[in-house]
């Protein structure tokens, strides 16, 4: 390992230094978007009967206490569900614009990572190739294949390396798009299902004024 980071030069530690940080972001984002998808569903038919008894205090409080974007949106319609549907949706939209930077966070940086690697791969190789032809230039005319080698397995090495790096990245990060997409359409889903329930039923106005701050 030691010998193949000396032929790939400075470039390869760059290299392995994006792989490490790419890793790393993908198993935070992947943690924390397990955390954020709950069973929605659940959580909403739970929230419901609270509601029916008038408990509005508590269904804010047990939004607040859950994980995820969609408890968030599902507490600004509980707090502004006294002023009326359009309220409730741009409340619900106003929490969602807010959520949605919390759930891509970093994702744009693994992005960026998938797409430099094999362009410093690309470099790399240049760079190799140019280190073949100045031995050429210094050796001619008797030059031997050992003069070229180090070269040549610079930009090969180099090259592979970026490739090894931004191929499960990118797969890593259109995975993780798809958790988010995962998650927005259960917010959209939610807040429509959070709207029928108070278009059906008159929930009483005991709602925590200063928790609408």
Not at 18 to 30: S, T, V
């Amino acid at each position: 390992m030691v010998e193949v980071m000396h032929q790939g030069g400075p470039i390869m530690v760059v290299l392995l230094v994006i792989g490490f940080l790419a890793i790393a972001i993908f198993l935070e984002r992947l943690f924390q978007l397990h955390r954020a998808q709950i069973r929605w569903r659940d959580f909403l038919q739970g929230l419901f009967v609270i509601l029916k008894r008038g408990n509005v205090a508590e269904a804010v409080s047990l939004c607040e206490e859950a994980s995820g974007p969609v408890p968030m949106v599902i507490r600004a319609a509980i707090l502004h569900h006294d002023e009326g549907a359009e309220q409730m949706r741009e409340a619900m939209r106003e929490a969602g614009l807010q959520e949605i930077p919390r759930i891509e966070k970093n994702m744009p940086l693994l992005a960026t990572l998938a797409h430099i690697a094999p362009m410093l791969g690309l470099l790399g190789t240049i760079l190799g190739l140019m280190q073949m032809l100045i031995a050429i230039q210094q050796r001619a005319p008797l030059v031997h294949a050992g003069d070229l080698a180090a070269g040549l397995w610079a930009a090969l090495l180099v090259s592979a390396a970026g490739l090894a790096v931004s191929i499960p990245a990118y797969a890593g990060y259109n995975m993780l798009v798809g958790r988010v997409e995962s998650l927005t359409l259960d917010m959209e889903r939610a807040a429509a299902e959070i709207l029928n329930f108070f278009a059906q039923n008159k929930v009483g106005d005991a709602v925590l004024k200063e928790k609408k701050a």
